[in-house]
């Protein structure tokens, strides 16, 4: 019977016992050492003699065959990184059972998709929820935007001595996100919320970076049941522009509220403090304020199940107080973002 262990332990366990019996040990001294049989000892320096140190070497224990060979491997982790829609499938969702179904229609060789799933887990491949990008999204808009405006930007707010403001609007349904809570085993909680409801909150947010880069800020204003256009974008500037000393550049992305006659009207008003400047389009993970979105949804009300708008106004108002004066939470919405920080700030 084959010994256990890996090919390459019993060769070194084969080698060792060889070389003790040479050095003059008894083949039962040798065999209690390593807890081998005697007969095994004699088995190998036998073949020792015959065959050299070649003779020594452990085949691969006896096994299941492989269904697919490295190639066929390859190809399957391949297909993962395309869409399933290039294999017939109508929407963009990968499963054990359907690359069962692709290896079936390629090579005609049948898994089960439970062990298959094992088999994916073996090589580092895991369920995970897509990351929603918009179709219309231009990596290379997005990466010339990097290269050129930005650093445009950031010398432009150097030479003004100005204040660097990244502004962006978001909502709050009475409906929240929802995530786990500990409970009693088996007693899953229940969570009364008003269903039917189409109350919200609107929220416009300037997160704000100091002319030295040393200190930063959040500027905001709330909505009840009404939503930010033109004219109220135009209020948040001026009320940025009453708030904050000196001069201002705003970033922001290029929607239809920061366009139009009341936007152009306040940046006329401030020509020579106030210059406007825009995101690329549908690039959200460079806006620092949407770390602000993800912070207040998903962490400080998550759960929060309002009554009525004035309730989630009240709670959405005191949240964003609170995070107002936390200057370590502010720069971690900075940091969270996917734009590079002026130079100053990583120093």
């Not at 922001?252 to 020579?272: A, I, K, L, S």
Request: proline share 7%.
């Amino acid at each position: 019977m084959r010994s256990k262990g890996t090919p390459a332990e019993l060769e070194r366990r084969r080698r060792l016992a060889v070389q003790r019996v040479r050095e003059g040990y008894s083949a039962r001294e040798v065999a209690d050492f390593l807890g081998v049989t005697p007969r095994a000892v004699r088995l190998w320096v036998a073949t020792f003699r015959e065959h050299g140190a070649p003779g020594l070497a452990a085949r691969p224990a006896p096994g299941r065959p492989r269904k697919l060979t490295s190639a066929q491997e390859a190809v399957v982790l391949s297909w993962l990184a395309e869409s399933p829609s290039r294999y017939g499938f109508h929407n963009e969702l990968w499963t054990a059972k359907r690359v069962a179904e692709v290896i079936q229609w390629h090579w005609g060789i049948t898994f089960n998709s439970h062990y298959l799933s094992a088999w994916l887990r073996e090589r580092d491949i895991s369920p995970q929820k897509p990351q929603r990008v918009a179709s219309d999204r231009d990596p290379e808009v997005i990466g010339r935007w990097l290269e050129v405006d930005w650093p445009r930007i950031k010398q432009k707010a150097r030479r003004h001595d100005a204040s660097l403001a990244f502004v962006d609007e978001g909502g709050l349904l009475l409906s929240p996100l929802v995530r786990r809570t500990l409970a009693v085993k088996g007693e899953t909680p229940v969570m009364p919320q008003r269903i039917r409801h189409r109350e919200k909150v609107s929220v416009a947010a300037a997160l704000w970076l100091s002319p030295l880069r040393d200190e930063a800020g959040l500027y905001y204003r709330v909505l009840l049941n009404e939503s930010f256009d033109g004219l109220r974008s135009a209020i948040l500037l001026e009320g940025l522009l009453r708030h904050l000393p000196g001069n201002v550049v705003v970033v922001w992305n290029q929607g239809g509220m920061h366009r139009g006659p009341w936007v152009r009207g306040v940046e006329q008003r401030h020509r020579g403090r106030l210059w406007l400047e825009d995101f690329p389009p549908y690039a959200p993970e460079l806006n620092p304020v949407e770390q602000v979105w993800a912070n207040l949804k998903n962490i400080r009300l998550c759960n929060f199940a309002a009554q009525n708008g004035r309730e989630l106004l009240g709670a959405v108002l005191q949240e964003l107080w609170e995070i107002r004066w936390d200057q370590d939470l502010l720069w971690s919405f900075f940091n969270g973002a996917d734009l590079p920080l002026p130079r100053k700030l990583l120093s």
